[in-house]
T-cell receptor, first 115, second 117 residues
Framework: DVKVTQSSRYLVKRTGEKVFLECVQD?????MFWYRQDPGLGLRLIYF???????EKGDIPEGYSVSREKKERFSLILESASTNQTSMYLC??????????????FGEGSRLTVL | AQKVTQAQTEISVVEKEDVTLDCVYE???????LFWYKQPPSGELVFLIR????DEQNEISGRYSWNFQKSTSSFNFTITASQVVDSAVYFC??????????????WGLGTSLAVNP
């Protein structure tokens, strides 16, 4: 089975801290995605990557950056956390051939609270 | 504008009832894909089904069935004889082409289904 693992289920950080959210997948998928999920707003795409060292902005990239140094790992970075970044963060992966037309495999999510 | 509407925010049923989750989409594309995902309380979204715009056949998988109707731009999801384990948030999504060869995944806001014993 495909496994997408997010490093932390729950995090509490303070405003201004640098925050790293890590995501690892074990099925050799080329595509990886970071979403945030907020009540009433659904899933919104932050960044995605189609290959190692490659990144593309999603719909709400402001305040975030990403890193993809290895194929299996896609990191989301909050350079200076703010309270409006309190959210559930979801990582997903998929095969390159499928792109947006295929099945996404999701991790369990990381719930971040910024105080 | 491209859009996915799940008009039902929350649904509550009693176990063994049938329940239908509605999904209406808007797109200018002739080629697109529709999805349903399930998000149980554990948080991990799980893929349920994908349909492309050229395949209007209804799909049945156990207690789950999907009704795709292009004429009404709908892709509805029915759970027959619901069970407590079906309690989850269900998302409908649309994949369509944007500039160049890129595609974009557009999500509905989800329907929270509670199945009570």
């Amino acid at each position: 089975d495909v496994k997408v693992t997010q490093s932390s289920r729950y995090l509490v950080k303070r405003t201004g801290e640098k925050v790293f959210l890590e995501c690892v997948q074990d099925m050799d998928h080329e595509n990886m995605f970071w979403y945030r999920q907020d009540p009433g707003l659904g899933l919104r795409l932050i960044y995605f990557s189609y290959d190692v060292k490659m990144k593309e902005k999603g719909d709400i990239p402001e305040g975030y950056s990403v890193s993809r140094e290895k194929k299996e790992r896609f990191s989301l970075i909050l350079e200076s956390a703010s309270t409006n970044q309190t959210s559930m963060y979801l990582c997903a992966s998929s095969l390159k051939a499928s792109g947006y037309t295929g099945e996404l495999f999701f991790g369990e999510g990381s719930r971040l609270t910024v105080l | 504008a491209q859009k996915v509407t799940q008009a039902q925010t929350e649904i509550s049923v009693v176990e063994k009832e049938d329940v239908t989750l509605d999904c209406v989409y808007e797109t200018r594309d002739t080629t697109y894909y529709l999805f349903w995902y399930k998000q149980p309380p554990s948080g991990e979204l799980v893929f349920l089904i994908r349909r492309n715009s050229f395949d209007e056949q209804n799909e049945i998988s156990g207690r789950y069935s999907w009704n795709f109707q292009k004429s009404t731009s709908s892709f509805n999801f029915t759970i027959t004889a619901s069970q407590v384990v079906d309690s989850a948030v269900y998302f409908c999504a649309l994949s369509e082409a944007v500039a160049g060869n890129n595609r974009k995944l557009i999500w509905g806001l989800g329907t929270s289904l509670a199945v009570n014993p």
